[in-house]
Each structure stands twice: as structure tokens, then as C-alpha cells.
């Protein structure tokens, strides 16, 4: 099982802020997995967007970058504090 | 030093402590930001912050060391809430010190520049009418690039010695 979670706006989209998920093996890296959870949660392309970022076990990474089933994947609309 | 905490902190206290910590600095700047009240027309009833620990404390020790670098500072502070908070609470405090004025202003204003726009932080505002995410403004990404394209007042300092 994967450790997905959704910060900020998606965690509204997701309707929760973490979950686990058995990815299907086709869904090999980010960019499938992207496209594979904004249709899962008809998400109307919220996944899919350039200013999403994902991070996989917690490093920032470039699409498409392999995953594995028991990565923690993060999606991280921009950021910002202060 | 580096703090994330989800409780209400007193800025005066954080000053007390850092200037005792700081003691023989020549210069101590701090900053404070606060939780608005307003939000363009509408009353504003709380904030909320995420975090993504460890990932958003990595960034701000990666921001700190590159402060350090930049500049000839001799002790710095940051403190930053996270979770739930209400209008006019502190939301964040930057503290640095150095031998004189001018690496001690830019170092916490390139802190706070870190802080709006690459730390890793998610905030929500609660209003009358419900609650939205905020991502950082324009001028907050324009005012972060201003420490890429030029160099500080301390390089040149140094250039014309």
C-alpha cells in the first residue's frame, strides 16, 4: 500500500488529507499516477496541474519519476507561509 | 535556532531571549507577522497552517544556512505557528543579529521572502462565508526573485573595501 497525501486545496478535492492506496501495477510513476488519481476522484484535472508538485518519500521530484507500491507520495499545490 | 509550534507565542518574549543569545551583535533585527483580521472586505475568523514535517523544517535549515552564508550574522531566529490560530496572533518571527545594521535588515528580509513563498506551508482562511486556500500573491514571488538577480548591500560592502 502507497501513503498518498494531499496538501492544501487537494486535500479538499481528495476529501481527506491522507489515505492508503493500493496503485494498480500499471501505474508505474508519477505522471501516470497523476492522471490515474484525477480520474479516480473526477478531480477535473486539479492532479493534473503544472503548479502541483509531488514529492515521493519526501523529495521533490520531476515528472515522470518512477514509483514504488509503498512509497509515501505527497501532492503539493504551491506553497507559501508567514 | 528554528521552531515550528501550534501554540500561541509571545513575540516580545522570542526578542528577550534572542538578544541575551545575540549579546555583543552590534545589530538585532526582528520582524513579526500577524494573523490579518481583514481579508480585502471580508472579516477574517482564523487561519490554518499545514506542514510537512520534516520536509518544511529541512527548508527553513537550508534558508538559515544560506542566510549564513550571505551574510556575517551571529545568531538568528525563527519561529513560525502551524495549525489553527485567530486574527492578530503572531504567525511568524524572524530574529537576526550581526556586527552591524545593514546584513542584519537583508538577512530577515530574505528569511521572510523564504518564508512567503518557498517554505513548505499550506494556509486556509476562515471567513463568514466559508474557507479558502491562499497561495502567495504575485508580488510575494517578485519580491523573492529580488534576491537572485542582485547581489546585497554587504557583497558590494565588501567589493569596495
Known sequence: MADILYFGRLGDVAGTGAEKLDIPAAITDTAALRRWLDAEKSAGGAFLEASVRLAVNSEIVVDPHPISPSDEIAFMPPVGGG | ?161
Open chain 2, 1 to 161: 535556532m528554528i521552531t515550528l509550534t501550534p501554540s500561541p507565542f509571545s513575540p516580545s518574549e522570542a526578542l528577550a531571549a534572542f538578544e541575551k543569545e545575540a549579546r555583543g551583535a552590534g545589530a538585532i533585527v526582528s520582524f513579526t507577522g500577524l494573523v490579518r483580521d481583514r481579508a480585502g472586505e471580508t472579516d477574517v475568523d482564523g487561519l490554518h497552517l499545514q506542514a510537512y514535517s520534516p520536509m518544511t523544517e529541512n527548508g527553513i535549515e537550508k534558508a538559515a544556512a544560506d542566510a549564513r552564508q550571505r551574510w556575517p550574522l551571529t545568531a538568528l531566529r525563527i519561529i513560525h505557528r502551524i495549525g489553527d490560530m485567530a486574527p492578530f496572533e503572531p504567525i511568524v518571527f524572524v530574529a537576526t543579529a550581526s556586527a552591524h545594521r545593514r546584513a542584519a535588515f537583508e538577512a530577515a528580509d530574505f528569511l521572510m521572502d523564504y518564508l512567503k513563498t518557498e517554505a513548505v506551508f499550506w494556509k486556509k482562511e476562515f471567513t463568514k462565508t466559508g474557507s479558502r486556500w491562499i497561495e502567495p500573491r504575485a508580488e510575494d514571488y517578485s519580491d523573492s526573485a529580488r534576491w537572485t538577480q542582485t547581489d546585497t548591500e554587504t557583497d558590494r560592502h565588501a567589493r569596495h573595501k
